[in-house]
């Protein structure tokens, strides 16, 4: 059996059409319909992403006697719904940085609204500092959201280049993003109470104390020494996952590749 017809029918397999395999390799439709007509050769580093989408060695698509894997082995084969959603993942978990993207949205739309509701109510307090109040306590909460937004996306862009790629480790940017940017004030379990702000917080609140040289002190603000270093090191724990993971795999991958 060829490379061309090894490829059809894995593809066939696992019930990907041609554009839909294309998509995960980041090549064109007509690359993979030379590949199955024998036209042309995939190069290496896409042969490898082929034998991990596919989960066969590298031998079997390159070898005609190679004897054909064990149906278990392959991920479509892979049985129950732990199969399905790791398969899910590795095509398209980066669509879970949307999901993160929608949240920063939508915390940064629930923050202005807080924000308008708090000027409409306290600015008929006399006497009472309201610019220095808004700011103290929704500026940094502003800033948060609206990086999360920003990385969110740039991690969703980026991230469908692994489509078919994904790896565990990858997960390591969920307490990175936690860490940075905090649960929000809406998760006020015990376990999540001092991550609710994030290392981003409370570096904005730092500038605009260094900006004003004043802060109005509250019972949430006492608190912070506590929170920053707790979400500093969830922050830590997701770049050591990531990094760590990474070069586990590289470790691995000469191992598979043969």
Known sequence: MTFGEKLQKLRARAGLSQDQLAELLDVSRQAVSKWERNEAMPEAEKLVRISRQF???????????????????????????????RQWYRNKGYLLAWVLAAWGLW????????????YLTLD??????????LISLFVPEIASAALLVVTAVVLALLGRRLAGRCRWYHLGWLPVL?????????FSLPLLRSLTNGV??????????????????????QARAHIDFTALLVTIFG??????????????????ME
């Open 55 to 85: 989960g066969v060695s590298t031998d079997y698509l390159l070898l005609e006697e190679a004897e054909e894997p064990e149906a278990p082995k392959a991920p479509a084969a892979a049985a129950g719904l732990w199969g399905r959603i």
């Open 107 to 118: 915390r940064l739309g629930d923050t202005v609204v807080r924000l308008i509701r708090s």
């Open 124 to 133: 008929k307090i006399p006497g009472f500092d309201l610019e220095r109040y």
């Open 178 to 186: 936690v860490g940075l940017f905090g649960t929000y004030w809406y």
């Open 200 to 221: 981003v917080w409370e570096l904005t609140g730092k500038v605009i104390d260094a900006v004003r040289g004043e802060r109005l002190i509250t019972e949430s603000m």
């Open 239 to 256: 770049l050591a996952i990531l990094i760590l993971g990474r070069r586990r795999e590289r470790k691995r991958a000469p191992t598979k």
